[in-house]
């Protein structure tokens, strides 16, 4: 009897250093996921801003009480929804700013939760979107390319110089509490 109970505890010691194995091998994937994710904006404001480049940000200027989340669809949907339009000579203007964005102070998130939009902004081209971000808040998970992340005031940063000095959002930091 004892030398099953061992062998019972064997397997499922093994078990349970097969899934912490397996758990960090997929948190690697997403990291380098979230990387190739970014790598296409942060060559683009290190490098020559196309002139189809354009930032559209879509917020609301205060914390809504509500009883579900909001999707991207609706937020956009909001009566006092705030919308900025920045193209390609603002975004030339703030490349110095542009180019302090750090995509290896990014972190997945690996539990996966629903999304709260509060702020929605993507930088895009003729072609398509290339950095999209959706803030959710406390209730929620960020997610930048459609990859949950860790809150971070790094994605904050990049929009701060575009937003009107009365926004909630203006030098926001989401790790403060």
Known sequence: ????????????????????????????????????????????????IPRDMRLTIYYVNHHYMHHMPFSVEILMTMPDLSI????????????????????????????????????????????????????SDMLGCDTLNGIQIKPTSELFDLIDPFLPEDSIYKDYDPLRT
């Open 1 to 48: 009897m004892l030398i099953g109970g061992i062998a019972l505890i064997r397997k499922i010691v093994i078990l349970v250093l097969v899934m912490a194995i397996l758990f960090s091998f997929s948190g690697c994937g997403l990291k380098k996921e979230l990387s190739q994710q970014t790598k296409t904006f942060y060559d683009i404001v290190n490098g020559t």
């Open 84 to 135: 900025i339009n920045v193209g390609y000579e603002d975004l030339v203007n703030h490349q110095e700013h542009l180019r302090k964005f750090d995509p290896t102070l990014l972190e997945p998130e690996p539990k996966e939760t629903f999304t709260d939009a509060l702020v929605y902004y993507v930088f895009e081209l003729d072609s398509g979107p290339v950095l999209e971000y959706v803030y």
